[in-house]
Nanobody, 122 residues
Framework: QLQLVESGGGLVQPGGSLRISCTTS????????IGWFRQAPGAAREGVSC????????SYADSVKGRFTASRDMAKNTVYLQMNSLKPEDTAVYYC???????????????WGQGTQVTVSS
């Protein structure tokens, strides 16, 4: 069974940083895509970044390029999202998800974590 668990969310001031984690089990991380998504209240779930299988090419949404960095730690079966220079509009529930390929469409991902809340506010 594919399982993903997010952690590390919280309250941070604008301009601050936060790292959230996605711990996986039930599959070999290297062979799957891992996507980060977020959903603000009343908004659609949007893609943030995605790590492709294999060598792990990473794509980012334009809204987070230069501020967010996704990474994999194979030994720990964990994916991270380092978020810097946070803005109030980054406030959302952040989810990790997996499938065989990267996609910006949330419906393409077969397994999801429970989400972790990130709030950016002064």
């Amino acid at each position: 069974q594919l399982q993903l668990v997010e952690s590390g969310g919280g309250l941070v001031q604008p301009g601050g940083s936060l790292r959230i984690s996605c711990t996986t089990s039930g599959f070999t991380l290297n062979y799957y895509a891992i996507g980060w998504f977020r959903q603000a209240p009343g908004a659609a779930r949007e893609g943030v970044s995605c790590i492709s299988p294999g060598v792990g090419y990473i794509s980012y949404a334009d809204s987070v390029k230069g501020r967010f960095t996704a990474s994999r730690d194979m030994a720990k079966n964990t994916v991270y999202l380092q978020m810097n220079s946070l803005k109030p509009e980054d406030t959302a529930v952040y989810y990790c998800a997996t499938d065989f390929n990267c996609s910006n469409d949330a419906k393409d991902f077969r397994s999801w974590g429970q989400g972790t809340q990130v709030t950016v506010s002064s």
